[in-house]
C-alpha cells in the first residue's frame, strides 16, 4: 500500500478553477493505478476520474467532468494532479483520492486499496 495525502482544496466561484494534488509516498507508485473520487453530504462517494499506469497513463472521467477536469501524474515526484476548470456549485465535496496495483482504472471504490483523508471542494453560485 501506498500513503495518499490531498491538498488543493478550497472555496472557489462557479467558473473558477482548482487544482488538486495528490502526494503520495512509496518508491513504486508509478506502477500504480489512481482514481479521484468525490462524496457531496448525504450522497454515495461516486468516480470522478482516474489515470492508469500502463498504456501511456490512459485517464478516464465522470461524463459529469468530462471536458472540464483533467487528471495527470508526475512520477518523478510521485504525484497525481486533478485540474479542475468551469466549476460548479454541483461540484461541491469532498474529493479524494486512491490508489491500488492494478492495470484497469475502476470506479468502484471498494477496488481501491489506499485512500487519502480527503479535501474540501465548495463552489459558490
Known amino acids: 500500500q501506498v500513503q495518499l495525502v490531498e491538498s488543493g482544496g478550497g472555496l472557489v466561484q462557479a467558473g473558477g478553477s482548482l487544482r488538486l494534488s495528490c502526494a503520495a509516498s512509496?518508491?513504486?507508485?508509478?506502477?500504480?493505478?489512481v482514481g479521484w473520487f468525490r462524496q457531496a453530504p448525504g450522497k454515495e462517494r461516486e468516480f470522478v476520474a482516474g489515470?492508469?499506469?500502463?498504456?501511456?497513463?490512459?485517464?478516464y472521467y465522470a461524463d459529469s467532468v468530462k471536458g472540464r477536469f483533467t487528471v495527470s501524474r508526475d512520477n518523478a515526484k510521485n504525484t497525481v494532479y486533478l485540474q479542475m476548470n468551469s466549476l460548479k456549485p454541483e461540484d461541491t465535496a469532498v474529493y479524494y483520492c486512491?490508489?491500488?496495483?492494478?492495470?484497469?482504472?475502476?470506479?468502484?471504490?471498494?477496488?481501491?486499496?489506499?485512500w487519502g483523508q480527503g479535501t474540501q471542494v465548495t463552489v459558490s453560485s
Open positions: 512509496g518508491r513504486t507508485f508509478s506502477t500504480y493505478t
Open positions: 489515470i492508469s499506469w500502463k498504456g501511456g497513463s490512459s485517464t
Open positions: 486512491a490508489a491500488d496495483k492494478t492495470v484497469s482504472v475502476p470506479r468502484t471504490p471498494r477496488l481501491y486499496n489506499s
